[in-house]
């Protein structure tokens, strides 16, 4: 486990997920890589990383929809491997892509939505109303999911994923494709829910949406790399390094480079190697490290050492096969 | 199990199907063309066979055996020829199935009281056929051959002459022998393999490929509501083109409908029960639309088509054959309906094929509520 407990919640009461040591591998790879961090009830804890780096993989086994190799999860006090059904029943989730039904209608959605969470029928028109206005589709009940643009379409996903009021609401990454004043909607209505009690687990590749979290797990290749507030990872990534190390063989360097201390990801960038790293990290004792392991180092020096190349270098797609575009 | 839970599964079901107009149209003319052109198009009569005819001797008495063939419904003749190499030409063509040479001395050995020969070339690339043209032309030149030997008896002076022994032949069921009476009751099942297997297993694999069955999974339903929710338009569907099958076959083409319209419907239901769980479980499996769609393909049109007795006898089949086709269910069912349209047998009759499909609709429908885990991995 490679990240720091977290610090102590707003509301102190039980959590409301707790994650210890989450292992999840798909044959030899391993998706999830003894990930743990706990959320308070009324949180809005985001996984912030690259595509590919086991949030969704996360998500999916706090939602039992994915069973988790190792390690233990509870959401809502109830154990994810053991009891998936009992989970389902107090959570909302919301899948990364927009698993609404295309042919059905707003209404329709909502209104099948509504049903299989079991919202009492009393209920459930002022919970469609509810819905409807909050993703500001007022007289727009009829109109075709798949005639609703970006904004919209996600806010109808949101909308049937929290229409029974679950405590604790689970969205993998639900404002990826969508235009940036529709995400400062969509944010609103998070710190809404939140606001209201209910725990909002959020993953985003976007670095700036990192900023609307109460906490942040900072995650690449499995692993939480960093976990606090953003404030206080802003203090701690500040004054990070981004280092360029130019060297060969390359693919063997970077996976070297990665298990390196002090080094949190490593990825080929044309010729070489892009380091993040912490700050005080010894540029020499990283040669000598690569070196001993059969690297041979040609040059290394610091490129970026702001908060903003740590994001970007953490948050990139496939960091290996970024490369080819640069 | 919740019945709010079944209720709005069925309805976005329904919707769903009613808005994809272009597949329901392709659900509601699949009985009607199946019937048709079962109907029409197949049939294991075999008449009006085109002949040739190489009469080398052109005598009242070879014209009299040509007229027994021309007086039969069977054969149709196309054509008289001169040479023999016509005749060759003629069946290598396809223009003619059957000739008959009848020799140049015909009626002349015909009055010395001998056997004579006359040659018939048949077409045997298809045996079935063939076979039949031997036993119609056995027919013909029997009855000839009869007529000849009664004259010569009463030329001695032997009238009132009757054949000692003849076949009193009296057909049940299928009275005017006609194929459609056996073929078109069958046709239902194999609209029903095809909608109700076909259809399900592309709903189920839907959801998967785009990304809705992740959505579904993570709400509290249970696999049982999913199946009965899911199912439930297209045990409607089904039971429509049951009816619509039925309605074409008795009215239009005038295949009898002996039996009680309950048994029909009530084995069309168990029927129904059986490849729809058995589309929703390749649907479980396949998980894409492509796949579950041959899947169903191989699993129910194939057995349906040709292990069910649909067209093709099972009596008649090798014992290890016979022996698969008591796992298809389709053979059961099309038991029921040749047993309930022709023969207006009842459940009584019946029963060993209504617990067999009561037992694959229960086996199968229980596999697939198993087999369907909560989980996307």
């Known amino acids: 486990m490679n990240a720091s407990m977290p610090a102590q919640p707003a509301v102190s009461s039980a959590p409301s997920v707790s994650v210890d040591r989450l292992v999840k591998r798909f044959g030899k790879f391993v998706a999830v890589d003894e990930v743990s961090f706990e959320t308070a009830p009324g949180e809005i804890f985001g996984f912030l990383g690259p595509n590919g780096s086991g949030k969704s993989t996360t998500i999916r086994m706090l939602c039992g929809l994915l069973r988790p190799s190792s390690g233990r999860a509870t959401v809502a006090g109830i154990d994810v491997a053991a009891e998936p059904e009992a989970v389902r029943r107090h959570i909302g989730y919301m899948s990364q892509k927009f698993s609404l039904y295309q042919d059905l209608t707003v209404r329709e959605n909502l209104r099948f939505f509504g049903g299989m969470y079991g919202v009492p029928a009393r209920e459930l028109a002022a919970r469609i109303k509810w819905a409807v206005t909050m993703a500001g589709l007022d007289g727009r009940e009829s109109t075709p999911a798949c005639d609703l643009a970006g904004g919209w379409k996600q806010r109808l996903a949101l909308g049937c994923a929290v229409l029974h009021r679950p405590p604790i609401v689970f969205l993998d990454e639900p404002t990826s494709g969508v235009d940036p004043m529709s995400r400062r909607h969509f944010w609103n209505i998070i710190h809404q829910m939140s606001d209201d009690g209910t725990t909002v687990f959020v993953t985003t590749h976007y670095m700036e949406e990192a900023e609307y979290c109460n906490r942040l797990a900072l995650v690449a290749r499995g692993r939480i790399v960093a976990l606090g507030r953003p404030s206080e990872l802003k203090h701690r990534f500040a004054s990070g390094a981004l280092l360029r190390v130019e060297c060969a063989p390359l693919s063997e360097a970077a996976e070297a480079a990665r298990s390196a201390p002090g080094v949190i990801e490593s990825a080929i960038f044309g010729g070489g190697l892009h380091l993040t790293a912490v700050k005080d990290l010894s540029i020499e004792g990283l040669a000598q490290y690569l070196a001993a392991l059969g690297i041979r180092v040609l040059a290394i020096e610091r490129i970026g050492p702001t908060l903003e190349d740590v994001f970007v270098s953490l948050t990139r797609d496939r960091p290996n096969t970024a490369a080819q575009g640069h | 199990m919740r019945w709010k839970r079944l209720r709005a599964i069925a309805r976005k079901e329904i919707i769903q199907v009613v808005r994809d107009w272009r597949s329901l149209v392709i659900i509601a003319l699949m009985p009607i063309v199946m019937t048709l052109l079962y109907g029409y198009g197949v049939t294991l009569d075999i008449k009006h066979i085109p002949m040739y005819v190489f009469d080398r001797e052109g005598s009242q008495r070879s014209q009299a055996l040509l ?177 619509m099958c039925a309605g074409l076959s008795t009215l239009w083409f005038e295949v009898p409908l002996r039996g009680h319209l309950t048994t029909l419907f009530g084995a069309s239901a168990l029927f129904l029960s059986v490849v729809l769980a058995l589309g929703f479980w390749i649907s479980v499996l396949a998980r894409s639309q492509l796949v579950a769609s041959q899947v169903a393909m191989v699993a129910t049109f194939m057995p349906a088509f040709l292990l069910s007795g649909f067209i093709f006898p099972l009596d008649q089949m090798p014992a290890q054959i016979r022996f698969v086709s008591y796992f298809v269910p389709a053979r059961y069912y099309d038991t029921i309906l040749k047993g309930v349209f022709l023969k207006g047998v009842g459940v009584g009759e019946l029963q060993f094929n209504f617990l067999a499909l009561a037992g694959f609709a229960f086996l199968i429908a229980s596999v697939a509520v198993l087999s369907f885990r909560k989980r996307i991995d």
């Open chain 2, 67 to 243: 007229k027994g063939f021309q007086a039969s419904e069977y054969f149709r003749i196309v054509k008289v020829v001169h040479d023999y190499p016509d005749v060759v030409r003629g069946i290598n063509s396809g223009r003619c199935k059957f000739a008959l040479i009848i020799p140049h001395d015909f009626s002349k050995r015909l009055a010395e009281g001998a056997t004579v020969g006359v040659q018939a070339l048949i077409d045997a690339s298809d045996d079935n056929t063939a076979n039949i043209i031997i036993g119609y032309s056995d027919g013909v030149v029997s009855r000839f051959s009869e007529q000849v030997q009664i004259e010569w008896l009463e030329r001695q002076g032997i009238t009132n002459i009757d054949p000692p022994l003849s076949v009193d032949a009296r057909t049940w069921f299928n009275e005017d022998l006609e194929s459609r009476a056996f073929i078109l009751p069958g046709v239902i099942a194999l609209v029903m393999a095809v909608i109700g297997t076909f259809l399900t297993a592309l709903t189920i694999a839907r959801e998967w490929e785009r990304g809705t069955m992740e959505q579904l999974v993570s709400t509290p339903v249970t696999p049982l509501e999913l199946v009965l929710g899911k199912l439930i338009p297209y045990f409607g569907i089904g039971m429509a083109a049951t009816a």
